[in-house]
């Protein structure tokens, strides 16, 4: 497990992007090859 680091200097805003399975069935241009190579299934609710 990595530490949690404290970033200064950084910008009002921010982003969080979420990828929570790589299960998609599509394989659009812009999508890296992690996020639809089904090797994180998605989690049971």
Do not use: A, M, Q
């Not at 970033?7 to 996020?35: A, H, M, Q, R």
Request: a negative charge.
């Amino acid at each position: 497990v990595e530490d949690i680091r404290l970033v200064t200097n950084i910008e009002k805003y921010f982003t969080v992007d979420w990828s929570v399975g790589s299960t998609c069935n599509f394989s659009c241009s812009y999508c890296p090859d992690e996020l639809h190579n089904g090797s994180t299934l998605w989690i049971g609710i």
